[in-house]
């Protein structure tokens, strides 16, 4: 999962600690001690943070759901005011609105049996009462949509619009697991292009997922990512191309590119986490990326690639494939950006199906940077 | 047959110019009447207008897109109803909104006198309002640095440039601002100039963060209202069908129209004044035509005998009043538009002291007050001029020739009109009994008073004139002659002295009538405010006494009051807040009702105290909610006690019963007096706007009130009053309000008095003959003078005494009709002898003018010219 938001402008600052660009935001230039469940919570003081879920499913009698569920917080001012104002105004008398941040969030739910696409997204300042994060452990909510651990150390996932919902209880199997050294994921080669980037690869999901008002029991797998920066996208990169794989084998795989704007590959990225091991983490030379086949959205104009022949050096070589058309995100409410937020299946190259996972391809029918 | 046309055409132009060339002083005159009458109506009309749009632009213009308003119920709504509506309707434009109005301090080191300045600041959220109120260029102004420097700094605002002209302001500067209950600093991170038509309506701008809106309000969690941009009628109706319980949706059409609904009576009345006016102007177009027709009836006979028909001859008239009524309707809206721009302060201060804050715009004219004009200008005109025409039609050709016939016409007409004097009055009487009279009947009974005594003025000066007869004849001698001939000729001429009363002792009769009931209304408030003040001290924020806003005072305030070792026992305290009630807009007062009923503040005009003290108690257990209801509300809405009434509270309906009517001359929209423990607990409001304070015995006396703002207002933006203060305030506002009552009825009074000028040289150049003959038989100038002189006497003081009986009944009517019906507000009446000396001043110098005129008139008469009419 890439940045959505947030390509602020960057210079070169002192290295002072901590770093700053321009507009005053923290950047993630160096490695960074991490603690969980505290390093769930919100980290002030970067622009754009993300608490971001996909999964497949399956219910009992075996109809097959994906899921996306996506919190975004964006902090519109550089500090925590919440904290630091407290005393400021007058004395007393905060604002509950004075935190300073945008919260927005997306839902999706692909019914991979009927191949049918429902996504909603929601968006408000941040507010205690409604849309809030807490410091110190995972809870993320908005307006009624909400992901927060469980006194069980379970995380749940609570989304309802419109007669599609998912209430899920998701059990850390794998995870979380750093991608690149202290968390810096990098994300080109320019002073703080890089985030801070965890990953629960594989999570132990169930629940309920309701569509058009049927609620369904099912089980499966998940996969959350959690992420914070300040600027992550450079003038000339126009778009990713990012994938989450869950392989029977029990590897779990991500993988993803920034695209230049010949759309080939500017900057990629790699992490394989073996079960059991460490996690495996692979740059740019070492991995590609073959798109196949197009399916071209009839509301944006978007031209997708319908399939993948990802390659990861000589340690996997695997085919992803989108379950079926359609599976477009156009977040209309929160900053008219649309992506391909797809359920896929993972083969190898005979065609023999190795797992299931999520891949999110932006930038398709407008350049991300030029949309930022 | 082919001289004909032209030949008559030229007998017509020359009826109607030559006599125009011939008289210019009385065409003058007439025009003038019109015009008033025009003026005054259209005047009033512009001015309310004005402020009534003005109000209609600060609903609209900030807001972009926005079509529709959710509003609590009354009071503030929680953040947390806005998170319910983007819940449900995630895809519904909308932002929260705080609305209010700030006394913006002297920049320091500002001359010494310097006023403050009222302003608006509107707190949103800039990012869910983006798609709202962009087009209002703040999203264009909160670049970069600057929108970091909004969201994120507490006081930060963007002004509009209006305003930062005026209070000197530039990006980064510091301002003190007076939010009501205490004093804040602002500051300045962006200037904007706001698109058209915004950018001449909206010049008292700040535009702030909502979470800054709500540390500067100190409001933080609650919200004025959400605005909304529903895309079409269905997502309108989603809209209602997801509100958070206590509030309601409503278009801003509502809200621009609220103030329409507010006023309502109040413009009634200023219009009824007006119309009053032009009324007058009827007669004064009446005595035109009569005496235009006594001057041409030469030329009028000469038509008739050359075969012109009476239907031509009323033509003639009637397209010279049309005429005449066009010419004035004209020239008096643009008379009006002068008057609107001097009145329109004065509305705005009283609807301001009455109902609501209003920003008047520019004065401009409305095509419904166009055509207004034209209205009345026509039909005052021929009005006025229908009977003298149907007079001037029928006359007989060789009678035209005879002076003596002429004369004598006027007494079928007399008695006729005293018949319609009869009827009027027998119709204004109907009015007032008819059940459930309305304030359209109210102004009905008016009118009919006003016409039937306008039409009694003909057989009363006939009446007078006989009855001056009988006591002239009495005396034989050869100086009664004089005053015999008066009597007689007032009598004889009852078509133009009769006209003459009649619109003299109207203006005297409004004077009088308005004088009566303002004086008497004033009394009456007095006395009310005597016995509900009966406190030592009264605190208020400054910037509700300053700028008439609603503001609270600070809780810290009252903590220090009560804790002050001067101040016996707790604060007597008054929260207002706006309500709807079956469906008109009222006040919930929350006070403690307890000491209320135990100190005897409410005058009870019906129910009692004991339920309210029971149910108080709680007797018996789970007793209803007492509530007292102000007169305006129940005569409105029709409440009594032991009625069961339902308000309007947070979360539902609040179910409580009427335990008593009070007078109450706080605001006519009504107000609904609840204990404040009640109101607290299910209004979830601690706010206060007002305190009254007891002081301990030796504290009490002269200078109390500036000691004790020196103590309180040193820290806190309030105002300390003593009685006298509160008593001086009142009369203050009570004498602005009623100042363009004043301004009219002396309007109406000018008007009547060109119509009592142009009355008497009227009957003067009517009686130019007459005079000669008396001259010629040997009368000396000092008897002719005395005999105008005992003319216009006679008809002065007929006017009079009708003007004291018909301004005596148009005060009750004032009184007990119309305040009742239009705002619910009664009170006895009080004579008014000052207003009964100003009318006889009036007779006076109607007296002399009537008396000199025909004297400096006979003068320039030949006996030859004067005999020769005959």
Redesign the interface.
């Known amino acids: 999962m890439m940045v959505l938001v947030g390509a602020g402008s960057m210079a070169c600052t002192a290295l002072a600690q901590p770093a700053r660009n321009t507009d005053g935001f923290l950047v993630a230039d160096a490695p960074r001690e991490w603690s969980f469940p505290e390093d769930f919570g919100r980290h002030p003081g970067y622009q754009i943070e993300w608490w971001y879920y996909t999964g497949n499913l399956v219910s009992e009698d075996g109809r097959e759901f994906g899921y996306q569920l996506t919190f975004f917080r964006n902090e519109l001012a550089p500090g925590d005011h919440a904290a630091e104002l407290m005393n400021e105004v007058d004395g007393t008398h905060v604002s509950p609105w004075r935190g300073g941040e945008y919260h927005f969030a997306h839902f999706a739910i692909s019914d991979i049996t009927s191949e049918t696409f429902f996504h909603a997204d929601v968006g408000t300042r941040g507010h205690p009462s409604f849309a809030s994060a807490a410091d110190d452990t995972l809870d993320v909510h908005l307006l009624g949509w909400r992901t927060f651990l469980d006194e069980h150390g379970d995380i749940r996932l609570i989304a309802e619009r419109d007669g599609h919902a998912i209430d899920l209880t998701a059990t850390i199997v794998n995870g979380p697991i750093l991608h690149g050294p202290g968390g810096v994921s990098p994300k080109g080669d320019e002073f703080g292009q890089a985030s801070y980037y965890h990953s629960i690869t594989r999570l132990a999901t169930s629940g309920t997922v309701t569509t058009h008002g049927e609620a369904h029991e099912v089980s499966g797998l998940s996969w959350m990512d959690q992420e914070f920066s300040s600027n992550q996208l450079s003038d000339d990169q126009t778009g990713w191309d990012w994938f989450a794989l869950h392989l029977d084998d029990g590897r779990d795989v991500m993988i993803y590119r920034l695209r230049d704007t010949a759309g080939g590959t500017d900057y990629a990225f790699a992490t394989i986490v073996p079960s059991p091991g460490e996690p495996a983490r692979f740059t740019t030379d070492e991995v590609s990326f073959e798109p196949g086949g197009t399916w071209t959205s009839p509301d944006t104009g978007g031209a997708y690639p319908r399939e993948w022949t990802l390659t990861v050096g000589d340690h996997l070589t695997v085919v992803v494939r989108s379950r079926f058309d359609g599976q477009e995100v156009r977040s209309e409410n929160t900053g008219d950006v649309n992506y391909l937020e797809a359920a896929v299946e993972v083969l190898n190259v005979e065609g023999v199906r190795l797992g299931t996972g999520y891949m999110e391809l932006t930038g398709y029918d407008k350049p991300l940077n030029e949309r930022l | 047959m082919s001289g004909w046309p032209g030949g008559r055409f030229g007998l017509v132009r020359g009826l109607i110019l030559g006599d125009a060339k011939r008289h210019p002083l009385s065409l003058l005159l007439t025009v003038l009447g019109v015009t008033l009458g025009v003026a005054v109506v259209v005047g009033v009309d512009t001015a309310v207008d004005a402020c009534t749009r003005g109000f209609a632009a600060s609903v609209r213009s900030i807001v972009g897109d926005t079509s529709h308003r959710i509003e609590p119920a009354s009071g503030t709504m929680a953040?947390?109803a806005f998170?319910e509506l983007?819940?449900a309707m995630?895809?519904l434009l909308a932002t929260?909104v705080i609305d209010r109005r700030v006394r913006i301090l002297p920049l320091e080191g500002a001359p010494e006198g310097e006023p403050t300045r009222l302003g608006r600041i509107i707190g949103l959220?800039v990012?869910?309002a983006a798609d709202v109120a962009a087009d209002q260029g703040i999203e264009e102004a909160l670049e970069d640095a600057s929108?970091?420097?909004f969201?994120?700094e507490?006081?930060a605002v963007v002004m509009v440039k209006p305003l930062a002209e005026r209070v000197g302001a530039e990006v980064g500067t510091r301002l003190r601002v007076d939010m009501g209950d205490?004093v804040?600093s602002v500051h300045v991170v962006s200037i904007i100039e706001l698109e058209p038509p915004a950018r001449s309506t909206v010049t008292d701008l700040m535009v702030a963060?909502?979470?800054?809106?709500?540390?500067l309000f100190?409001m933080?969690?609650h919200l004025d209202r959400v605005d909304i941009a529903p895309r079409d009628d269905a997502e309108l109706e989603a809209v209602r069908g997801v509100l958070p319980v206590g509030v309601s949706v409503r278009t801003l059409d509502d809200a621009a129209g609220a103030i329409e609904e507010l006023i309502g009576a109040y413009r009634l009345n200023l219009l009824a004044l007006s119309f009053m006016a032009s009324f007058v102007a009827v007669f004064i177009v009446y005595n035109a035509t009569l005496i235009g027709a006594e001057r041409r009836s030469g030329t009028l006979g000469t038509l008739r005998c050359v075969g012109m028909r009476s239907v031509g001859i009323a033509g003639v008239f009637v397209i010279e009043a049309a005429v005449i009524g066009l010419i004035g309707a004209a020239v008096g809206v643009f008379a009006g538009l002068w008057l609107a721009s001097g009145l329109v302060e004065l509305v705005s201060a009283t609807i301001g002291d009455l109902y609501t804050r209003v920003n008047p715009v520019e004065v401009s004219l409305s095509p419904v007050s166009a055509a207004k004009a034209a209205v009345v200008g026509l039909v005052s005109a021929l009005a006025g001029a229908a009977a003298p025409t149907v007079l001037a039609s029928r006359t007989p050709p060789m009678s035209a020739f005879r002076a003596t016939e002429r004369a004598d016409r006027s007494w079928a007409w007399s008695m006729v009109l005293a018949l319609a004097a009869v009827g009027c009055l027998a119709l204004a009487w109907v009015f007032v009994v008819w059940p459930q009279g309305s304030i359209v009947g109210a102004f009905a009974v008016a009118g009919f008073t006003a016409t039937g005594f306008a039409l009694v003025a003909l057989p009363a000066t006939k009446v007078a004139s006989a009855l001056a007869s009988v006591l002239a004849g009495g005396h034989r001698s050869g100086r009664a002659l004089p005053p015999l001939l008066a009597a007689r000729g007032v009598g004889r001429s009852i078509g133009v002295t009769g006209v003459a009363v009649a619109a003299t002792a109207l203006a005297m009769a409004m004077n009088i009538g308005l004088l009566t009931m303002v004086g008497s209304f004033r009394h009456a408030v007095l006395t009310w405010l005597d016995g509900r003040y009966q406190s030592d001290l009264y605190i208020a924020p400054a910037l509700a006494l300053e700028h008439r806003v609603p503001a609270t005072l600070s809780p810290e305030l009252i903590a220090a009051v009560e804790a002050h070792p001067d101040v016996a026992g707790p604060v007597m305290p008054y929260r207002h807040v706006n309500i709807e009630l079956g469906g008109l807009p009222a006040l919930l007062t929350a006070t403690d009702l307890r000491r209320t009923l135990d100190g005897g503040l409410l005058q009870l005009v019906d129910g009692d105290t004991r339920s309210a003290l029971d149910a108080l108690d709680g007797e018996p257990p789970g007793a209803a909610t007492p509530v007292y209801i102000s007169q305006p509300l129940a005569v409105k809405l029709g409440f009594r006690p032991g009625d069961t009434i339902s308000l309007p509270a947070p979360e539902e309906p609040f179910p409580a019963f009427v335990a008593g009517v009070y007078t109450d001359f706080v605001a006519d929209r009504g107000t609904v007096l609840i204990d404040r423990t009640v109101f607290r607990a299910v209004w979830h409001d601690d706010g206060l706007n007002a305190a009254h304070v007891s002081l301990e015995p030796h504290a009490r006396g002269e200078g109390a009130a500036a000691r004790f703002a020196d103590v309180w207002g040193a820290e806190f933006p309030v105002v300390v009053h003593d009685h006298a203060d509160i008593r001086s305030e009142t009369k203050r506002i009570f004498d602005r309000t009623f100042r363009i009552t004043d301004v009219l009825a002396w309007l109406a009074g000018l008007v009547a008095l060109f119509g009592l000028g142009g009355a008497v040289l009227a009957l003067a150049a009517s009686r130019t003959r007459e005079l000669a003959t008396l001259s010629a038989l040997g009368m000396s100038r000092g008897q002719l003078l005395a005999r105008s002189a005992t003319e216009a006497a006679l008809l002065g003081l007929t006017a009079w005494v009708l003007a004291l009986i018909a301004g005596s009944a148009l005060a009750w009517i004032l009184a007990d009709v119309i305040q009742y019906r239009s705002f619910g507000w009664s009170f006895p009446l009080r004579p008014a002898p000052v207003s009964w000396g100003v009318a006889l001043a009036f007779v006076v110098a109607a007296a002399v003018v009537g008396g000199l005129a025909p004297s400096l008139l006979v003068r320039k008469d030949t006996l030859v010219r004067g005999l020769g009419d005959e």
Request: proline share 13%.
């Open positions: 953040d947390e998170a983007r819940l995630p895809d929260p959220d990012l869910s929108f970091q420097s969201i994120a507490p006081g205490a804040r963060d909502i979470a800054t809106a709500q540390e100190s933080p969690g």
